[in-house]
Structures are given as structure tokens and as C-alpha cells.
């Protein structure tokens, strides 16, 4: 994430990710998952500003970006992920804080791109700021943990190998940037119902032939080592997993799949105009919502 102070509070621009690779390991006994995930943020963001204000009031303002990106299920009041964080924070913290907070919403919704745990960690590190607590990263990681599984690993910088139930969290090797093209299509999917549908493997992949292509910028090694687990439980969810493959598959993609629990895919592309004529080729093909995109410096 981008955060950047200003007269009277901070702005954060609050990165999407997308999995490059994401195997399921095992059912644990409280209900959620082991992973083994190589996360990587790109430059679609949310935009949250934070200021204080006197008394313990939140003040929360949502705004939708005009771009016609599916993000309508987000709540708007104090169900939402970014006021859930800051009371959580000023909880732990033990102060009655204050806070005004705004979030213009580009990130689209149910679709396996973590906006809503990134919107969360921006806000706990803006609030981190404005409300002087100079808390570090790993302390508000321990926050972030307990409002959900991926909100820890959006408070880091760079492509993370995430193990556990996403809270282990180890720098990638290598930093390539990557130019990508990603599809939400017109239906969501709910990470619950995702991995409610899936079936672990007896015999896992590893993450470290993707990660040692990932680290030279090999696109074809990649391509060749991608994988989701997921991929094939949200597939019988819904068609357009297979829809949007299908039209990825047609575009001259590196290689292409599923992110997350979806409904999201994404093609890896070989440089940034090979990505946007990939985008205008697909934004025909009436498949959903279209973003040509690169790795976050």
C-alpha cells in the first residue's frame, strides 16, 4: 500500500492482490484452511482517507468510482470491514480515538482480490498514524489477523509467499513486475462456498517451482507452474470460470486461472501493451469487467 500524509490526515491507496499460486493443504480444527499461497499486489486500488476528529465517534463515508466496476455488496455502515478495523484498533489500543474516514471503491467485489482486507489494513495503518499509536507492522499484523485471514498480509510492501491460514507471511523471492490482465465477471462467489466445494489434495504441489520461476521473471516457467486450487470447486459454482478461461485462452495469454476463491481470472501478459490490447480484445467478448494491470513498486 501507498500511504501518504497530508495537512489534516493520511491517504492510503489500498492495493488488489492476485494469487500467481494457491494450494490448499488441510482442514484445520478451527474451521479455517492451511494454505500455501504466493500473493501479489497490483495497481488497482482503493482510495481511504483518515483524519481524527474529537470524541469516539467513526464517521464512514463510502464512495463507488464511476468506472461501473461490480463492487455494490459493500456495506456502508459500521458492518463494514474499514469501521470494524478501527474499533478493533482503538479496543486494543485502549483509547476512546476518533476518526473520519472516506473509501472510493474500484476494487470489485466477491471476486478474489482481497479489497475488503485491504481496505482494512489501509485502515489500520492510517489510523496507526493519525492517532499516534506508532505501533509496528507485526503488531498491527496481530490486529489485522483477528478480522480476517488475508488483512495481516496486505500491511506488507511486496509479492509475499502466505502459509498457514494466510497470517505467515515471508518476502517472495525476486520482485519482476508483471503486466497482467484480469476479468470479473458479471457473478460473484462466496469464499465460504468456495472452499466448502473443494477437495484437498492427497499429495499437495509446492509453491517452489512457481516461486524459483517467479523469482527469475521466467513467464513461461510460470505459466507452466501456476496453479489454484480453488479453480475447480468455484468452476462448479459457476459458468463463468470456464467462460472467462475460454476467452482468455483465445488472446495470446502467457498463462491464465482463477484468483483466490474468485470469481476474478487473469491472464499474464508480456508487457504492458501486450496487456491492453489483450483488454480491448476482451472488453468485447461481454464477459464482465476488464482491467489492464501491472505489479505495485
Not at 38 to 58: F, K, N
Not at 174 to 194: K, N, Q
Not at 266 to 279: D, E, P, Q, S
Request: net charge positive; aromatic share 6%; with cysteine.
Amino acid at each position: 500500500m501507498h500511504l501518504q500524509r497530508t495537512a489534516d490526515g493520511v491517504v492510503v491507496c489500498a492495493p488488489a492482490k492476485l494469487n500467481l499460486f494457491f494450494e490448499v493443504l488441510n482442514r484445520r480444527n478451527d474451521g479455517f484452511h492451511e494454505v500455501e499461497t504466493l500473493v501479489y499486489p497490483i495497481d488497482l486500488y482503493d482510495t481511504l482517507i483518515l483524519s481524527g476528529r474529537a470524541g469516539p465517534r467513526i464517521d464512514f463515508r463510502l464512495v463507488f468510482a464511476s468506472s461501473g466496476a461490480p463492487c455494490g455488496d459493500v456495506p456502508e455502515d459500521s458492518a463494514n470491514l474499514v469501521v470494524r478495523a478501527l474499533e478493533l484498533l482503538r479496543r486494543r489500543a485502549g483509547a476512546e480515538l476518533g476518526a473520519r474516514v472516506s473509501l472510493r471503491k474500484r476494487i470489485p467485489t466477491a471476486a478474489g482480490l482481497g479489497g475488503g482486507s485491504s481496505d482494512a489494513a489501509a485502515a489500520l495503518a492510517a489510523a496507526n498514524v493519525v492517532w499516534g499509536l506508532h505501533w509496528p507492522r507485526e503488531r498491527l499484523a496481530q490486529v489485522g489477523a483477528e478480522l480476517g485471514s488475508d488483512v495481516p498480509l496486505f500491511l506488507h510492501s511486496s509479492a509475499s509467499i502466505c502459509r498457514g491460514r494466510g497470517e505467515i507471511i515471508v518476502p517472495a523471492p525476486g520482485s519482476p513486475i508483471l503486466h497482467l490482465v484480469v476479468v470479473r465477471p458479471p457473478e460473484g462467489l462466496r469464499t465460504a462456498d468456495v472452499y466448502r466445494t473443494c477437495r484437498i489434495a492427497g499429495r499437495p504441489r509446492p509453491v517452489r517451482p512457481f516461486a524459483e520461476a517467479f523469482a527469475r521473471g521466467d513467464l513461461k516457467r510460470m505459466a507452466e507452474t501456476m496453479f489454484n486450487r480453488l479453480e475447480t470447486s468455484a468452476s462448479l459454482l459457476s459458468p463463468w470460470i470456464a467462460r472467462v478461461r475460454r476467452a482468455l485462452e483465445t488472446v495470446d495469454c502467457v498463462g491464465y486461472q482463477m484468483t483466490g476463491s474468485g470469481s476474478c481470472c487473469f491472464g499474464l501478459c508480456r508487457h504492458a501493451r501486450h496487456a491492453r490490447r489483450v483488454a480491448r480484445r476482451l472488453q468485447t467478448r461481454g464477459i464482465g469487467t476488464v482491467y489492464a494491470v501491472r505489479g505495485c513498486r
